[in-house]
């Protein structure tokens, strides 16, 4: 066998490409630059209280909650607050009747507070006389289609059960 060669590779190497054009001047921006550009949302809040239609102790609030805050997620924590165990729940604006109902069909759960109308309030941000603007308070009212039992031992009264 014969031994390896040492060395280098050999002959002289070309030069790939030709003359390189002029360099470019770009310059990156800063990032407040950058930011600047993008149009800034402030996000606005609200003191929201849910309240069950019919009783006043499953009663809750949400302070400082954002207005870009979505409708499912509102329910989402309705349903939590309930164990998990409502399968649709109805939002109502103001008091509880068909006009007032925020989630109707065809309103995506994705809606946002801001969508359906609530203004809310950008902390320390001054109002007109000069003084901190207060976070306003919106109220929600919640109820849900109580689910429907055909069986007879669920729909028999209670002077029916008595032990006699």
Request: proline content about 7%; hydrophobic content about 40%; overall charge neutral.
């Amino acid at each position: 066998m014969a031994p390896k060669k040492k060395g280098g590779g050999g002959g002289k190497k070309k030069k790939k490409g030709g003359a390189k054009g002029p360099v470019s001047t770009f310059e990156m921006p800063s990032f407040d630059e950058i930011f600047a550009l993008v149009p800034q949302q402030q996000v606005e809040f609200v003191d929201l209280s849910l309240r069950f239609a019919s009783l006043a102790h499953l009663d809750f609030e949400w302070h400082g909650c954002p207005t870009l805050v979505s409708l499912g997620a509102i329910k989402a924590s309705i349903r939590a607050r309930h164990n998990g165990g409502l399968a649709t729940v109805q939002l109502y604006r103001g008091h509880v009747h068909a006009s007032c109902l925020v989630n109707a069909a065809g309103v995506p759960d994705t809606t946002t507070l801001k969508d359906v109308g609530v203004v809310g309030s950008v902390p320390g941000r001054l109002g007109e006389d000069g003084e901190p603007e207060g976070i306003p308070k919106i109220v929600l009212y919640y109820n849900y289609p109580v689910e429907e039992f055909n069986d007879p031992l669920l729909m028999a009264g209670f002077d029916v059960c008595k032990a006699g």
